[in-house]
């Protein structure tokens, strides 16, 4: 059975740096699209990254273009994001989700199939 497990969530300090894992089980997940999303109390889920089957293709939103950094090891069925420069907004719920649709990858959430439980990030001032 597909499985999606976040971790690495944890409170840090302004500026400071998080690693999040996505670790997918049940499911041989390197020839599909993984994205990173968050989303706030009160606010709409954000979709931050995203990162192609081969990892040769990535793509971020602007809010953390330059400081998050998404990396796969297909080896090991683990889906990273780096957190450098960390804010009080950044502050959510992280989720890692799968597409089914062997394609590159998108940042839209509806493109996504399978999703993790989330993990919780909080950037205190």
């Known amino acids: 059975q597909l499985q999606l497990v976040e971790s690495g969530g944890d409170l840090v300090q302004l500026g400071g740096s998080l690693r999040l894992s996505c670790t997918i089980s049940g499911f041989t997940s390197y020839r599909y699209a993984v994205g990173w999303f968050r989303q706030a109390p009160g606010r709409e889920r954000e979709g931050l990254s995203c990162?192609?089957?081969?990892?040769?293709?990535?793509n971020y939103a602007d809010s953390v273009k330059g400081r998050f950094t998404i990396s796969r090891d297909n080896a090991k069925n683990t889906v990273n994001l780096q957190m450098n420069s960390l804010k009080p907004e950044d502050t959510a719920v992280y989720y890692c989700?799968?597409?089914?649709?062997?394609?590159?990858?998108?940042?839209?959430?509806?493109?996504?199939?399978?999703w993790g439980q989330g993990t919780q990030v909080t950037v205190s001032s």
């Open positions: 989700a799968l597409d089914r649709r062997l394609s590159l990858c998108t940042r839209d959430q509806n493109d996504y199939d399978e």
């Open positions: 990162i192609s089957g081969s990892g040769s293709y990535k």
